[in-house]
T-cell receptor, first 113, second 111 residues
Framework: KAGVTQTPRYLIKTRGQQVTLSCSPISGHRSVSWYQQTPGQGLQFLFE?????QRNKGNFPGRFSGRQFSNSRSEMNVSTLELGDSALYLCASSWGTGSYEQYFGPGTRLTVT | DAKTTQPNSMESNEEEPVHLPCNHSTISGTDYIHWYRQLPSQGPEYVIH???SNVNNRMASLAIAEDRKSSTLILHRATLRDAAVYYC????????????FGEGTQLTVNP
């Protein structure tokens, strides 16, 4: 069974631009969560989607948004990029929402200049 | 946020057992204990989880104290590939799929 895939793997953007990251969950998984990882703040939860609905949201500004499609694939968008948005963005999928094990992708490394 | 406390770092020798402690003194009766690890340059990887009784799987064992205020992840024979940051996470009924990561324990395995 293929794992969680994220595209692109690396991205360089300029401050003020917007970016869209993509995540394909493991086949059959309906829950997708997004995390931001930085050296200073560690791993922080952004949001969770299940059955195309946002079920949970972390403490991030409205510039961070996401969506989930009917095939469970998910995208996250960051508008008006700031230097502090430079991070590794990780996607995780699980069978359902709740206390199931999460399977993480390799992440997208975003650099904002 | 659901809080756990772990040592910042631990060191072990290859092929020896490793006991990684975690304190969760304010845990509620319905919170699960989950362990994930993150190898260098990779996303986190699920290791094991439990509620009350000890749990075993092919990767590790999880020993949960009788009062549930602490737990220990046991790697029976450490290998170089086990060098990673290990995260102990509480997950409650309202957590959904949300994982609240702390700083974790950096495990170094010496050859």
């Amino acid at each position: 069974k293929a794992g969680v895939t994220q595209t692109p793997r690396y991205l360089i953007k300029t401050r003020g631009q917007q970016v869209t990251l993509s995540c394909s969950p493991i086949s059959g998984h309906r829950s997708v969560s997004w995390y931001q990882q930085t050296p200073g703040q560690g791993l922080q939860f952004l949001f969770e989607y299940f059955s195309e609905t946002q079920r949970n949201k972390g403490n991030f500004p409205g510039r961070f948004s996401g969506r989930q499609f009917s095939n469970s694939r998910s995208e996250m968008n960051v508008s008006t990029l700031e230097l502090g948005d430079s991070a590794l963005y990780l996607c995780a999928s699980s069978w359902g929402t709740g206390s199931y094990e999460q399977y993480f992708g390799p992440g997208t490394r975003l650099t904002v200049t | 946020d659901a809080k756990t406390t772990q040592p910042n770092s631990m060191e072990s020798n290859e092929e020896e057992p490793v006991h990684l402690p975690c304190n969760h003194s304010t845990i509620s009766g319905t919170d699960y204990i989950h362990w994930y690890r993150q190898l260098p340059s990779q996303g986190p990887e699920y290791v094991i989880h439990g509620l009350t009784s000890n749990v075993n799987n092919r990767m590790a064992s999880l020993a949960i104290a009788e009062d549930r205020k602490s737990s220990t992840l046991i790697l029976h024979r450490a290998t170089l590939r086990d060098a990673a940051v290990y995260y102990c996470i509480r997950r409650g009924e309202t957590s959904g799929s949300r994982l609240t990561f702390g700083e974790g324990t950096q495990l170094t395995v010496n050859p």
